[in-house]
Structures are given as structure tokens and as C-alpha cells.
């Protein structure tokens, strides 16, 4: 027992600092701020979201992941993190910058799944604590998004530097993980070539296009609309942003941590076709709404997804590496698309196609979960 509380508080720790994001809420107004278009930003934020993929596509054998324990995985990862941080700091062209969020793409793919895999190891609580420590990565980055607008204020690359020493000392912590679980490939020779059942396809659905739709728009588009279109100062903006991270918070502990899955997926499916009607109106209270629906939204996706792939028996690590490589191509997608659609024809135009997108999501779903019954009848 008192093993386990000590791996509680080590995941906990390693959540609340891997997620102190100084710097995230401002990425695109930082890019905007050092000269970049709409279409270039956008295009930059791309880069990212393809370098998780061509992680996630790169042969086993090549991957962290086969040679080492989860524990140095996550020690990597904080490495790759840093350094494109810094390379964003120093550099502020367009080449310099693209690595920078290579290293930062490989930083997030390399990390991917390797906490949840550890608490899988050596907690059995049902996936309480699952849902517990996600909410701190919430309370994590409401209270860096705070401070990173103080610092944001003073100088435009303090955020990203207040983030490059979180990783510093994530680093430090991930020393103190325990080693088990081990490398993964005795893992990742499981099922490689077996088909998702169809539970399995409505929860990857579910994780890819919610996900999809919630980060694109919140890295991606919200902090230019609020900042560039409504001319909202720095400190109102970040309250706004925070209200997300908050309800986020609260979401993953109360929606997705004491409500069954069914419940809670039905409940976060609703929020976010509210938050996205919402987005629609320039009013601001509106908008206030609409991103503590989206908040509240986000913060049950990871745990719901993560905890329903447990509670099917599948293989989490290989299922989160697929959901991974899908979401990434979901990200690329609507971040240039999307981004075009703004830039020439305006906000409006680039939250339709986040609509349509939900459209499909809810299409796909459906289908998946009438399946996966029709199925469980028959057997």
C-alpha cells in the first residue's frame, strides 16, 4: 500500500510538471507577433502534428520504446521537448522554427502512453486514478497559462522559456518513476496484425475526432481569434483560455471519472455541439460559454477513451499508438485546411468545417457502437 501511494504521487508529479505548457496558449500569437501569416502559422502548427506521425509510423526498432523501460521513454521525451523549445526561442525563421516543432512532435510521440502504461502496471483502482491525475495536468496547465500571460506581457519568449525549465525538472522526476514496466517489444509483437473490434474502433473514433476537432481549435485558431479578430488584451484573453483548463479539471475527475462510459460520452458529446454553436456568435459572454463547454468536453475525452480500452481488455499501448497516428492526420488536416479557409473567407468558414467534422464524428460513432451490439448479440 505504501508502494502504491508512492507511485500515485510520482505519476502525479510527473503530470503536473510535463503538462506546465507556459507557452501554449501563445504559440500562435507568438508566431503572429514575429511576423508570420495565418496560412504559415498554421501550416508551422502542421509540422507538429506530422511529426507525431511519422513517429508513430517509424519501425519499432527505431522507437525508444523497444530498448528502454518507460521510465527513461519519459526522460527522452522531456529532452526532445527542451530542445525545441529552445530552438524556438532562438531561432525566428521559418526553417528553424519547423524543427523546433519536429522535436516537439517527437518529444509528445515518444511520452505517448507511457504514463497510462505505468499506472496500468501497478494501479488497480478501476481507473480512478487515471481520471484523478489527468485532471492535475489540467490544474497544471491553468495555472501555467496564468503565469505564462504574465510573462508573455513582460517579454514574448519568457512563456517558452518558464516551459523549457518545467521539462528540466519533469526530467528530474521521471529519475524517480519505477522502472517496471519494461521495454516494449514483447508488447508490441502482440496483435500487431489483429483487425479493432468494433468497441475498439468507437473509442479511437471517439479520441481521434474529438480531440481532433477540441485541440486544433484550441491551439490553433481560438487564441488568434481572440487576440487578432476581438482585439481582447492579454490578460482577458488568458481568463478566457483558463476557463477551459478549469472546467477541464473538473470534467475529468466528475464526467468521466464517476459517471459510466455510456453517460459520460453522451454528455460530452452534447457539450461540445453546444460549445461549437456557440462559437459562432462574436458575443462574449457566448464565448466564455462556449470554451467552458469545450473545457468540460476535453477533460473526459483521454480518460474515458483510455479507461474504456482497459475495461475491453485491449492491447492500450498498441491502440493508443494507432489513435495517436490518426488523431495527428485529423490535426494536419483542419489546421491547413482550416487555416486557408480563415485566412481567405474568415473565422466563420474555418468553424463550419469543424462542424462537418462533428457531423461525421457522431455518423461514425453511432455506426461503430450498433455494430459493436449487433456483434455482442450474436456471440
Do not use: W
Not at 528553424?96 to 517527437?106: E, N, S
Request: charged fraction near 10%; include cysteine; glycine fraction near 8%.
Amino acid at each position: 500500500m505504501k508502494l502504491n501511494k508512492h507511485i500515485k504521487a510520482q505519476i502525479s508529479l510527473y503530470r503536473i510538471f510535463s503538462r506546465a505548457y507556459f507557452h501554449l496558449p501563445f504559440m500562435v500569437i507568438y508566431l503572429s507577433k514575429i511576423g508570420f501569416n495565418l496560412i504559415t502559422i498554421e501550416v508551422i502548427m502542421a509540422v507538429y502534428g506530422l511529426a507525431v506521425f511519422a513517429y508513430t509510423k517509424s519501425p519499432t526498432s527505431l522507437k525508444p520504446t523497444y530498448h528502454f523501460s518507460c521510465k527513461y521513454v519519459l526522460l527522452i521525451s522531456e529532452v526532445f521537448k527542451f530542445i525545441g523549445l529552445i530552438l524556438v526561442v532562438l531561432t525566428q525563421n521559418i526553417a528553424g522554427i519547423c524543427l523546433a516543432q519536429i522535436f516537439l512532435g517527437f518529444g509528445y510521440g515518444i511520452a505517448a502512453g507511457c504514463d497510462t502504461r505505468i499506472i496500468n502496471h501497478h494501479i488497480d483502482d478501476g481507473g480512478k486514478f487515471q481520471s484523478r491525475s489527468n485532471s492535475l495536468m489540467f490544474v497544471a496547465l491553468l495555472v501555467a497559462g496564468l503565469f505564462g500571460s504574465v510573462l508573455f506581457d513582460i517579454d514574448i519568449r519568457l512563456p517558452f522559456i518558464a516551459s523549457a525549465l518545467a521539462d528540466i525538472v519533469t526530467g528530474i522526476v521521471c529519475m524517480t518513476l519505477p522502472n517496471e514496466p519494461g521495454k516494449m517489444e514483447t508488447v508490441s509483437k502482440n496483435r500487431t496484425n489483429a483487425k479493432l473490434t468494433y468497441q475498439e474502433k468507437s473509442l479511437v473514433c471517439t479520441y481521434c475526432l474529438t480531440r481532433g476537432i477540441i485541440l486544433t481549435f484550441f491551439t490553433g485558431f481560438l487564441p488568434y481569434h481572440l487576440f487578432i479578430d476581438m482585439n481582447i488584451p492579454v490578460y482577458g484573453f488568458i481568463t478566457i483560455l483558463t476557463s477551459y483548463t478549469f472546467l477541464g479539471n473538473i470534467s475529468s475527475n466528475f464526467i468521466a471519472g464517476r459517471l459510466k462510459k455510456e453517460y459520460a460520452v453522451r454528455i460530452m458529446n452534447i457539450c461540445l455541439l453546444l460549445s461549437l454553436i456557440m462559437y459562432f456568435s462574436n458575443n462574449l459572454i457566448m464565448i466564455v460559454a462556449a470554451t467552458i463547454l469545450l473545457g468540460l468536453t476535453s477533460g473526459a475525452t483521454r480518460p474515458i477513451c483510455l479507461n474504456g480500452l482497459r475495461d475491453t481488455g485491449s492491447n492500450v499501448a498498441l491502440v493508443s499508438n494507432i489513435m495517436e497516428g490518426i488523431y495527428s492526420i485529423i490535426n494536419i488536416t483542419l489546421l491547413i485546411l482550416g487555416g486557408v479557409l480563415y485566412y481567405f473567407y474568415g473565422f466563420v468558414y474555418m468553424h463550419l468545417l469543424l462542424a462537418v467534422v462533428f457531423i461525421i464524428y457522431i455518423l461514425l460513432h453511432y455506426y461503430f457502437m450498433k455494430r459493436s451490439n449487433e456483434y455482442e448479440k450474436q456471440s
